[in-house]
């Protein structure tokens, strides 16, 4: 997972701009070239199917979207305007949420944009987090983002909680190499009363984040009905993420090393330091 930061950092964070008030932004045209679309007129409608999830999301489209004009070398020396747009970190977000799905770089983009705009909500300073205070934050991130993917199952139909607990293992098989909850605990050397999320270092936690929030996306935009789609979906899904992190040279999650305090012992370690 370090590469795949590394890598997803060095693409988007290379286009990020600075204004005079120290707020950061991206041009909707370098962006576009970024995301590999090379028409304008294409990347246009989703930019507008972003606009759209922001209005329907209760925000204020004109705070992440700002219109903008600027010249440029058309050759010879020569310049026209063209028409632009000032995008915040959260419509960039958007953007790649309703991109092509099928174009590796969208992925690439949600894993950056969905897990640094929550960083960004958190706490500003994230990267100056120890890994404990990271693991901590993207665990808390994953419960919730697990309530909503469960929200998403039960309305694709899986309902009971034993279709729940398959469900959940067709995600981490996809994930970790056909090894479910079963075989990642065995893997990882865990007892079988411990969590298998309380026993992740954060950058196995952020693959597992990326999985519950890109799964229940896919539920609720393709309308996912059946307990046997909702499964194959989460396979999918995670084995997605897992050929990414393959392509991009990363350790596989099952290979990563089990950290040595679990999420428990360290919420403990934190109350005794507000004490």
């Excluded at 026209?80 to 419509?91: N, V």
């Excluded at 139909?157 to 990642?184: C, D, M, R, S």
């Excluded at 350790?251 to 679990?262: F, I």
Aim: overall charge neutral.
């Amino acid at each position: 997972m370090k590469e795949i930061t590394d890598y997803n950092e060095s693409i988007f964070e290379s286009i990020k701009h600075t204004n005079e008030y120290g707020q950061e932004y991206w041009l909707a045209r370098e962006l576009q070239t970024v995301l590999e679309y090379t028409e304008w007129r294409n990347f246009s409608k989703v930019i507008e199917k972003a606009k759209e999830a922001c209005k329907n999301s209760n925000n204020t489209i004109a705070n992440h979207f700002v219109d903008v004009n600027k010249m440029v070398d058309i050759g010879s020396g020569a310049e026209r305007e063209i028409g632009d747009i000032e995008l915040s970190r959260y419509a960039c977000y958007l953007i790649v949420q309703n991109g092509d799905p099928s174009k590796q770089v969208i992925a690439l983009g949600q894993t950056y944009f969905a897990i640094k705009t929550r960083q960004q909500e958190l706490i500003e300073n994230y990267d100056n987090l120890t890994d404990d205070q990271k693991r901590l934050a993207v665990r808390n991130e994953i419960k919730e983002h697990n309530k909503a993917l469960a929200d998403a199952a039960h309305n694709a139909g899986v309902v009971t909680p034993f279709e729940y607990a398959i469900f959940q293992n067709k995600g981490y098989q996809g994930l970790y190499g056909g090894l479910n909850a079963k075989g990642i605990k065995q893997r990882k050397n865990l007892k079988k009363s411990e969590s298998i999320l309380d026993h992740m270092g954060h950058e196995e936690l952020a693959a597992n984040l990326f999985r519950a929030t890109q799964t229940e996306s896919k539920l609720r935009r393709e309308n996912i009905k059946g307990k046997d789609q909702a499964n194959s979906t989460h396979f999918e899904v995670g084995k997605a993420v897992r050929k990414t992190i393959e392509e991009l040279g990363g350790t596989m999650p099952e290979d990563l090393p089990t950290p040595e305090k679990s999420i428990k012992e360290i919420e403990k370690d934190q109350k005794k330091l507000l004490k």
